[in-house]
T-cell receptor, first 115, second 111 residues
Framework: EAQVTQNPRYLITVTGKKLTVTCSQNMNHEYMSWYRQDPGLGLRQIYY???????DKGDVPEGYKVSRKEKRNFPLILESPSPNQTSLYFC??????????????FGEGSRLTVL | AQSVSQHNHHVILSEAASLELGCNYSYGGTVNLFWYVQYPGQHLQLLLK??????LVKGIKGFEAEFIKSKFSFNLRKPSVQWSDTAEYFC?????????FGAGTRLTVKP
């Protein structure tokens, strides 16, 4: 089944404790992206990747890192989480970023709480 | 920079009422336009999309949207909503490198 898989789905952590949210897709998509969803703000892009070893900042990259060593995986790293990073995170992918009409496929979401 | 505006934050309707959710965007180049739906506790799913051709596009579950280029709008419509349409709806604009989302409109349909 074609899907985007995120882990963990739920996480409660404390300020400063490094964590990684994994994202994996099995559709051979080149483009992958991370969003955070906050009430009243919609989805804001954190980082995106056009292809392996190519990543770029989105609108709200502060406090986050990503890597794209393989096509299928795009982990989101919070080196020193802070309470303002409490949010719902979505990973998404599409075949080619510039492909007309290509929609994003979303993971199930990861709800992160930083105390 | 491209941006997306959704006019209504929360819409409350009774079943069988008609729905129209507004979406305006700002972008200088060729865009692809999307509406996504997020049911409670779930991830975003595609409702419909426009990238060329007929500006009136039909999606799943009886939804449709009309692209009006001169108004930079892509409003979502449904003639008769059902209780199961209760969800959050996001308009999105795709440019060359990324996709931007509106803040979302929460739709509550009362039985």
């Amino acid at each position: 089944e074609a899907q985007v898989t995120q882990n963990p789905r739920y996480l409660i952590t404390v300020t400063g404790k490094k964590l990684t949210v994994t994202c994996s897709q099995n559709m051979n998509h080149e483009y992958m992206s991370w969003y955070r969803q906050d009430p009243g703000l919609g989805l804001r892009q954190i980082y995106y990747s056009m292809n392996v070893e190519v990543t770029d900042k989105g609108d709200v990259p502060e406090g986050y890192k990503v890597s794209r060593k393989e096509k299928r995986n795009f982990p989101l790293i919070l080196e020193s989480p802070s309470p303002n990073q409490t949010s719902l995170y979505f990973c998404a992918s599409t075949l080619y970023a510039k492909l007309a009409g290509g929609e994003l496929f979303f993971g199930e979401g990861s709800r992160l709480t930083v105390l | 920079a491209q941006s997306v505006s959704q006019h209504n934050h929360h819409v409350i309707l009774s079943e069988a009422a008609s729905l129209e959710l507004g979406c305006n965007y700002s972008y200088g180049g060729t865009v692809n336009l999307f509406w996504y739906v997020q049911y409670p506790g779930q991830h975003l799913q595609l409702l419909l999309k426009y990238f060329s051709g007929d500006p009136l596009v039909k999606g799943i579950k009886g939804f449709e949207a009309e692209f009006i280029k001169s108004k930079f709008s892509f409003n979502l419509r449904k003639p008769s909503v059902q209780w199961s349409d209760t969800a959050e709806y996001f308009c999105a604009v795709k440019g060359d490198n990324d996709m931007r989302f509106g803040a979302g409109t929460r739709l509550t349909v009362k039985p």
